[in-house]
Nanobody
């Protein structure tokens, strides 16, 4: 599975951005899809995940109520709608895919087999 993330850019605090992650090479429709982010000098951290089937979602506490993850399986695409952006949201955002991920592991980056190249989000105050 190849993953291509897009939609990053420059934003001001309070703005919104929508990230997209398009999968190719193999249908991603049966994978759990996740978004992670990494700020300079920091570890890559979990942001959000959505399961297959059922579309159950998980969010990091820092983004709950502001970010929404969704998937369009017919398009092999997963989205991350980011509202009320904060400077702390700045970082490279990576989409990831994994099969057979158990509930307790959905927030762990080691559970995901496939990774996209990342898209940069920079939020100014």
């Amino acid at each position: 599975v190849q993953l291509q993330a897009s939609g990053g850019g420059l934003a001001q605090a309070g703005d919104s951005l929508r990230l997209s992650c398009a999968a190719s090479g193999r249908s991603s429709s049966r994978f759990t899809m996740g978004w992670f982010r990494q700020a300079p000098g920091k570890e890559r951290e979990f942001v959000a995940a959505i399961t297959w089937p059922g579309g159950s979602t998980d969010y990091a506490d820092s983004v709950k109520g502001r970010f929404t993850i969704s998937r369009a399986d017919a398009k092999n695409t997963v989205y991350l709608q980011m509202n009320s952006l904060k400077p702390a949201d700045t970082g490279a955002y990576y989409c990831a895919a994994g099969g057979g991920i158990i509930t307790s592991s959905r927030t762990s980056k080691i559970a995901y087999n496939y990774w996209g190249q990342g898209t940069q989000v920079t939020v100014s105050s």
